[in-house]
T-cell receptor, first 112, second 114 residues
Framework: RKEVEQDPGPFNVPEGATVAFNCTYS??????FFWYRQDCRKEPKLLMS???SGNEDGRFTAQLNRASQYISLLIRDSKLSDSATYLC?????????????FGSGTRLQVQP | EPEVTQTPSHQVTQMGQEVILRCVPI?????FYWYRQILGQKVEFLVS????????KSEIFDDQFSVERPDGSNFTLKIRSTKLEDSAMYFC????????????FGSGTRLTVV
């Protein structure tokens, strides 16, 4: 099983739609969780950290379910500028790897 | 906003040649990382560096690779005897307090080995 698994998409949604992405991680000892955004041929950029209680930043809501080992990202009122690949990122120090482990990403295409 | 700077943005090299990729991390950051991303694939960890030494490395980071912090600001990745499969985007990242707090990435160096 992959350490961090995401549906690759693409998710094609109209402007204004609400879209949700899920990500599962294999190691229950994972400690830190993030969503990064990556535009085509650009560097990953931190979108938001994911906290146990869930957290919101404007139109973006992230949730963590430790029991089921998944993380979600909800985007409300999608904009054309939200089109990008969304990377689920996990820190799994129990494996001996303290550096962040990236999922393969979910591609979002918002259409006019 | 502070940023991580990488140079060059694009490097083309012949197979078997050595390349040095350069990074200037954010000035008050203590943790430094190199990742690579082969076109169409995921971002893969190469190496992390803290307190002037490698703190961990992946199985990708073999004897062909080395890292150095030659002065107080630069952080370099050297690839000896490049292979075609080394063609990728190489990202440098830095963090003030470690991976658990997230990273800031540089804009990357696109390495093309011909």
């Amino acid at each position: 099983r992959k350490e961090v698994e995401q549906d690759p998409g693409p998710f094609n949604v109209p402007e204004g739609a609400t879209v949700a992405f899920n990500c599962t991680y294999s190691n229950s000892a994972s400690q830190s969780f993030f969503w990064y955004r990556q535009d085509c041929r650009k560097e990953p950029k931190l979108l938001m950290s994911v906290y146990s209680s869930g957290n919101e930043d404007g139109r973006f809501t992230a949730q963590l379910n430790r029991a089921s080992q998944y993380i979600s990202l909800l985007i409300r009122d999608s904009k054309l500028s939200d089109s990008a690949t969304y990377l689920c990122v996990v820190n799994i120090p129990a494996t001996g790897r303290r550096a962040l482990t990236f999922g393969s990403g979910t591609r979002l295409q918002v259409q006019p | 906003e502070p940023e991580v700077t990488q140079t060059p943005s694009h490097q083309v090299t012949q197979m078997g040649q050595e390349v040095i990729l350069r990074c200037v991390p954010i000035s008050n950051h203590l943790y430094f990382y190199w990742y690579r991303q082969i076109l169409g694939q995921k971002v893969e960890f190469l190496v992390s560096f803290y307190n002037n030494e490698i703190s961990e490395k992946s199985e990708i980071f073999d004897d062909q690779f080395s890292v150095e912090r030659p002065d107080g600001s630069n952080f370099t990745l050297k690839i000896r005897s490049t292979k075609l499969e080394d063609s990728a985007m190489y990202f440098c990242a830095s963090s003030e307090r470690g991976a658990g707090y997230g990273y800031t990435f540089g804009s990357g160096t696109r390495l093309t080995v011909v």
